[in-house]
């Protein structure tokens, strides 16, 4: 493909936002590599056009990894007897979330497996905690699949956003990457809840996972330009240790950039995060990402003792560095490709 008929393709997308199978396909796998540079600048200049050279930073929180679920890709997936369960204790996330404001985060992400001990009573008292301390930031949920009176308690509570990847939008490789308890249809349903309360929601899914194909691909871009989530993760598979999945390839780094910048102009204003998995597998590759077209990024405030036990994938970064010294590397790194970590919540515009 000529860059002249890339050009024509990315207008194309970004005046009509219909795009043929094929008009993707050829995307995804040129092997021209100035037409994906082109991509990559189409997709920097759209985000750039809607959230300036601003990045925002979002601190996760890593608060259980026990889990319920058995996700084939997952290294804390309940039948991972390896994997060393902790649940931080109330004090100890609030805690994190104080280091986080210090250090200029007005996001918090609290994320964790399953866990029963995370129970409506338990996370509405930490979430209105944290409400009540932060008035002026944006509390990021992600502990998986709830009921929808749940997911509506919280929200009442004071969250905001909703973190539940969508995974694959086919429902067979669905059930491929899971337990055939879950189900792709449920999951679809949380999203629907989860929108419909007014949460800002986050899908996403793993760049190169076991079965993910060039259609299903497809469907995952698809569905990110129909549902439009005010928020998109999207990161390499990483193989992780003791899993079903535990000898299959990593994903792949050119590909995820690829798609970070398909969909920053299949949906401009979409909240794209580069990612830790992405980071792990390049090393510059949270830079590269915002180069694609991402605009976010997510310290981890996680207590460093706990980080190595919150392993759903191998050979993780950052388990050692603390807070300020991640501060201080993200700031020095955002900088080098032309952008600013910005103190603000970063809200969807
Ligand atoms: N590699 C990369 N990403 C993973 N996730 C889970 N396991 C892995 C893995 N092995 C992603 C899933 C999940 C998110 C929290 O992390 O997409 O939704
Ligand atoms: Fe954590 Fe660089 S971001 S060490």
Known sequence: MTTAELNAITDRIRSSRTITLEQLSAL?????????????????????????????????????NYCRNNCN???????????????LDDDTILDCCRTGYEHGMRTFVLQGGEDGQFGDARLVAL???????FPDCAITLSFGERSRDSYQRLFDTGANRYLLRHET?????YAYLHPSEMS??????CLRQLREIGYQV???????SPGQTHATLLQDLRFVAEFRPEMCGIGPFIAAQHTPFADQPDGSVEQTLRLLSLLRLLHPHVLLPATTALGTLHPRGRELGILAGANVIMPNLSP???????????????????????????EMRIHSVGYQLVVDRGDFR
């Open 73 to 87: 890709y997952c290294g804390i997936r309940r039948d991972n007897a390896h994997a060393d369960r902790y649940r």
């Open 304 to 330: 460093t003792d706990y980080r190595p036990k919150y392993s759903i994938y191998d050979g993780k970064i950052c388990l050692g560095d603390d807070v300020s010294h991640c501060r201080h590397c993200l």
């Open 169 to 173: 939008a086919d429902a067979r490789h």
């Open 127 to 133: 979430v209105a905690r944290i409400r009540a301390e």
């Open 202 to 208: 986050g899908a996403g899914f793993m760049v190169g």
């Open 28 to 64: 995804l796998d040129t092997a021209d590599t100035d037409a994906v540079e082109y991509l990559h600048a189409q997709a920097r200049e759209v985000a750039q056009s809607i959230y300036g050279t601003a990045v925002f930073m979002r601190g996760l929180v890593e608060v259980t």
């Open 184 to 189: 792709w249809e449920h999951r679809m349903e």
